[in-house]
Structure formats: C-alpha cells, structure tokens
C-alpha cells in the first residue's frame, strides 16, 4: 500500500497502519445544525451529510468558478454548498428521488416565482376542489377502488380528508419537469409527515416513513386521525423557511444516472452549456454496505412524487458485499479520473459499517483502506491520506434508530486521494488551510 513518494510529509500522520492518517481538524461537528445555506433542509434523507463537513473541503480544496461533482448527490448537500460558495456545482443521483431534490436545489425558482405559482395553485384548488374532495373521501373509504392509479391503504390514512384532497389534487397538476413545480414538489416532499404543526401527516416522523404493516396496525390501535393541515399554508411557511438565504448566483447541473459513467455524462453535461468541462474536487459519500433502502424508508413521499419505491431499491448499489462494493467503486472512479483537472482531488467519506442488523459483519471494517487498495490505487489514482470522522454519523444514526443504532455505520472514514501526484500535493497542502465558518463566509458574500 503506497503512501506516495516519500511516505507521511506534512498534514500526515504515519500511523503504523501503512495509510497516512491527515490531521484535518473535524470542525464541522462544532457547526449548528442547520449551518450553510437554507436550501439545505428541504427535505428529510437518509445518510446525507452536514453541509458543514462539504464546506470544510470545498473550501479546502477549491476555488470560486472551479466545478465540484458529487456522483452520489442524495439530497444535493455538496453540489447546493459548492453553488453557495461560486463554485460550479453538480450532482448525479440513480435514484430519482434524490434527483429531485438536488435538481430542486442546483435549479431553484425565484422566490417570487414560487409563490406565485402557489396562488396560481390555491385559485385552481378553489375553483375544483369540490372533485378532489369527493375523490379522497371515496379512496379514504374504500382504498382498495383505486381504479387505474390505485392509492395504498396506508397512504389514505396518514391524512386528514380535506389534506389528502390537497395533496391529490398537488400530486395530479405538479410538473416535475418544470422548475418551479419540482421546487413546490420537493418543498411538499419535505413537509409530507413530522411531528410538529409544520407537517401535513402526523402519523410518522420526518427522517423517514415507518414499515407500512406497522402504521396499519398504529392507525388501527390508536384510531389515528391526522389534524386537518392546510397544504398550501404549509407551503406557504416552508418556502418562508426556504428562502431565508440568498440564492446561489448560477445555477448547478444535476444529473439522473449511475455513478458508473458519472464522470463522463457530468463531463459532456459541462460542456453542452458551455461551462469548464473538468472537475477539481469531487466531494462524495457513497452508498454505504447493506443499510439504507431508499425506496423503502420513503414510500409515502415516493408515493406523492409518482415514484416506485421497490424500483429504487432495486435499482441502487446498496446491498453490495464488500467485493462486489470494491469493483463498483473502481468502475466509478476509473470514470471519474479523466474528468478531474491535473491537480483534481477525490474526497470520499466512507461509512465504516461494523455491523448489520445487530450482527456483526467483517466486510465493512476498515472498508476506506480497502476501498484506497483494490479501488483507487489500481486506478492511478496518490492517497494524500485518511481522516476520521467517528462522531457526526452516530449521532445522527442513533436519533434515527434508537437502540437499533447498531445497524448503521459507527464510523465515517474521509479518503482523500490526488487524480494525480499534482493532486496529492495539493490535497496535503491545504490540510491546514483555515476555513472561515461564518456563514455567509465574509468572502463570499461579495460572489
Ligand atoms: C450516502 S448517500 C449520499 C448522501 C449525500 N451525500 C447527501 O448529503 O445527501 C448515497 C447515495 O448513493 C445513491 N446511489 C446508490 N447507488 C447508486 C448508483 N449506482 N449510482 C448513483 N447513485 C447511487 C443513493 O441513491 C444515495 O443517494
């Protein structure tokens, strides 16, 4: 295993292990919550990252007007951030889920756009909503009547029937393929189930939807009946919430396909608008070992969004074990490297997945070094080190899962590899570079 030419040098520490650890202070666990840009909680997603750690590399390790790709963009944090910041930001995704929202995020409307079209909602809804109402009264009663676009059960009863009416009424007029309407759908997605008055649903949490035989069976225990929650109120305030920061000046790229060629699709994507067709940082956390389904964990807001939740799971590269996991990385980072400039640099944080469903497994250990051997170095790529990062993600897990914490990852590894020896030299100057976290950072508030 290579530490590069002249093994650990400055901003490494040579552990003993044969892979230099980088002394890259951790200060994004020390940011709020909600710290970058407002954009950032649209919506609720499984293993995203804090926008504070993508600030502490892009600021790191690139430049305003540089392109910084994410090839496993989830919700958009890294792309979002990096457009925050003046950097070119763009994300891929295979799930359309996560695509939606990052294209939400890299391509938003105006504020003023997007509530005009909420009126321009509201006065349709009024004038037709004595057929919308009629429709969820009649799926509410007997939801197995469906007709050609069947509705679950579950997803009948999650809602008050004047919400559901709204949310129909929403689901049928919403144009995902224009931006101010995948906006209002991601911002709805978002604000479909949580505990608070904020959400339309109280029958769930937020982070993500219960197994659907479960809510049967509390919506039966309980007689649950959700509070009536005006959709377009509640839209209302979450774009209030939404816009509190300034937009990004430019708009970003993001792209619906396999991390597999996402390098070469991001680079044509690039080039089709006239913009730098190579990428200086590529800032990415991919999918972890045996985790996180998406499909399953979102059903009800795959259900509003028109989206098939078995199909996203069956389609996304998350039920790997550890040789298969390593190929599909390589093939992904073997396309990514023509794409990144001479000096380009790859961070990837690597959830380190100690065990599955409360039984230990092998195969996630130490997966960022196995992940440097038998996926990066093969593939040209000079390791400037690794960093820990082993609080954020159980943290986060823990909330989510309760006692059940032991199924997600414990650790989160940062590998940070040079596309080039260029790279690497780069990667370890900046280790100790300070990062500003006002936020905005004074810098770019003149962008
Ligand atoms: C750990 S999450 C990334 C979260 C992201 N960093 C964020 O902050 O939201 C991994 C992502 O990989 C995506 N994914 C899984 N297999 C994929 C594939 N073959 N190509 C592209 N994306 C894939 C999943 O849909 C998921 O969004």
């Given at each position: 295993m290579a530490a590069g030419p002249g093994g650990a040098s400055h901003g490494q520490l040579e552990l003993g292990l044969g892979v230099p650890r980088l002394?890259?202070?951790?200060?994004?666990?020390?940011?709020?919550?909600?710290?970058?840009?407002?954009?950032?909680?649209m919506c609720s997603y499984l293993a995203s990252f804090p926008a504070a750690l993508s600030h502490a590399f892009i600021a790191r390790y690139s430049r305003p007007g540089d392109v910084v790709l994410d090839p496993f963009s989830g919700r958009g944090t890294a792309p979002l951030q990096a457009s925050a910041e003046g950097r070119i930001g763009v994300g891929n995704d295979l799930n359309p889920f996560a695509h939606l929202l990052t294209a939400a995020k890299l391509d938003p409307p105006t504020a003023a756009e997007a509530r005009t079209r909420v009126t321009a909602l509201r006065l349709v809804w009024a004038s037709g909503s004595e057929h919308w109402l009629e429709l969820a009264r009649s799926i509410q009663a007997s939801?197995?009547?469906?007709?050609?676009d069947p509705v679950p059960a579950e997803v009948a009863l999650a809602f008050h029937p004047r919400t559901f009416a709204q949310l129909l009424f929403l689901r049928d007029t919403?144009?995902?393929?224009v931006s101010v309407d995948r906006f209002l759908a991601a911002a709805l997605a978002g604000i479909?189930?949580?505990?608070?008055?904020?959400?339309?649903?109280?029958?769930?949490?937020?982070t993500f939807s219960m197994a659907p035989r479960y809510v049967r069976e509390f919506a039966a225990k309980t007689s649950f009946q959700s509070p009536e929650r005006d959709a377009f109120d509640r839209l209302d305030a979450k774009l209030t919430r939404l816009y509190r920061d300034p937009l990004p000046r430019a708009a970003g790229v993001a792209l619906l396909g396999d991390a597999r060629d996402a390098g070469s699709r991001a680079g044509r994507a690039l080039r089709a608008r006239g913009?730098?067709?190579?990428?200086r940082l590529v800032l990415t956390s991919p999918p972890y070992l045996r985790v996180v389904k998406y499909g399953y964990y979102n059903w009800l807001r795959a259900w509003f969004l028109g989206f098939d939740s078995r199909a996203i799971d069956a389609s996304l590269?998350?039920?790997?074990?550890r040789a298969p996991y390593l190929e599909f990385l390589r093939t992904v980072l073997h396309d990514l490297r023509p794409t990144l400039t001479d000096d380009g640099v790859a961070v990837l944080v690597i959830g380190d997945v100690a065990t599955d469903r409360g039984r230990t497994i092998s195969?996630?250990?130490d997966l960022a070094e196995r992940v440097w051997e038998a996926a990066a170095a093969p593939e040209g790529y000079r390791l400037a080190g690794i960093a820990d990062d082993d609080v954020h993600a159980h943290r986060k897990m823990t909330k989510l899962w309760?006692?059940?914490?032991?199924?997600?990852?414990?650790v989160d590894r940062i590998l940070v590899l040079g596309a080039t020896e260029a790279g690497r030299r780069r990667a370890l100057a900046a280790v100790r570079t300070p990062v500003d976290?006002?936020?905005?950072?004074r810098g770019l508030r003149s962008i």
């Amino acid at each position: 295993m290579a530490a590069g030419p002249g093994g650990a040098s400055h901003g490494q520490l040579e552990l003993g292990l044969g892979v230099p650890r980088l002394a890259i202070e951790p200060d994004w666990k020390a940011q709020t919550r909600l710290w970058g840009h407002s954009l950032h909680p649209m919506c609720s997603y499984l293993a995203s990252f804090p926008a504070a750690l993508s600030h502490a590399f892009i600021a790191r390790y690139s430049r305003p007007g540089d392109v910084v790709l994410d090839p496993f963009s989830g919700r958009g944090t890294a792309p979002l951030q990096a457009s925050a910041e003046g950097r070119i930001g763009v994300g891929n995704d295979l799930n359309p889920f996560a695509h939606l929202l990052t294209a939400a995020k890299l391509d938003p409307p105006t504020a003023a756009e997007a509530r005009t079209r909420v009126t321009a909602l509201r006065l349709v809804w009024a004038s037709g909503s004595e057929h919308w109402l009629e429709l969820a009264r009649s799926i509410q009663a007997s939801p197995a009547d469906g007709g050609p676009d069947p509705v679950p059960a579950e997803v009948a009863l999650a809602f008050h029937p004047r919400t559901f009416a709204q949310l129909l009424f929403l689901r049928d007029t919403l144009d995902q393929g224009v931006s101010v309407d995948r906006f209002l759908a991601a911002a709805l997605a978002g604000i479909l189930h949580g505990k608070t008055p904020s959400y339309l649903s109280t029958l769930m949490p937020n982070t993500f939807s219960m197994a659907p035989r479960y809510v049967r069976e509390f919506a039966a225990k309980t007689s649950f009946q959700s509070p009536e929650r005006d959709a377009f109120d509640r839209l209302d305030a979450k774009l209030t919430r939404l816009y509190r920061d300034p937009l990004p000046r430019a708009a970003g790229v993001a792209l619906l396909g396999d991390a597999r060629d996402a390098g070469s699709r991001a680079g044509r994507a690039l080039r089709a608008r006239g913009l730098p067709d190579r990428v200086r940082l590529v800032l990415t956390s991919p999918p972890y070992l045996r985790v996180v389904k998406y499909g399953y964990y979102n059903w009800l807001r795959a259900w509003f969004l028109g989206f098939d939740s078995r199909a996203i799971d069956a389609s996304l590269d998350d039920a790997h074990r550890r040789a298969p996991y390593l190929e599909f990385l390589r093939t992904v980072l073997h396309d990514l490297r023509p794409t990144l400039t001479d000096d380009g640099v790859a961070v990837l944080v690597i959830g380190d997945v100690a065990t599955d469903r409360g039984r230990t497994i092998s195969d996630g250990h130490d997966l960022a070094e196995r992940v440097w051997e038998a996926a990066a170095a093969p593939e040209g790529y000079r390791l400037a080190g690794i960093a820990d990062d082993d609080v954020h993600a159980h943290r986060k897990m823990t909330k989510l899962w309760g006692r059940e914490a032991g199924r997600a990852t414990q650790v989160d590894r940062i590998l940070v590899l040079g596309a080039t020896e260029a790279g690497r030299r780069r990667a370890l100057a900046a280790v100790r570079t300070p990062v500003d976290w006002d936020w905005p950072s004074r810098g770019l508030r003149s962008i």
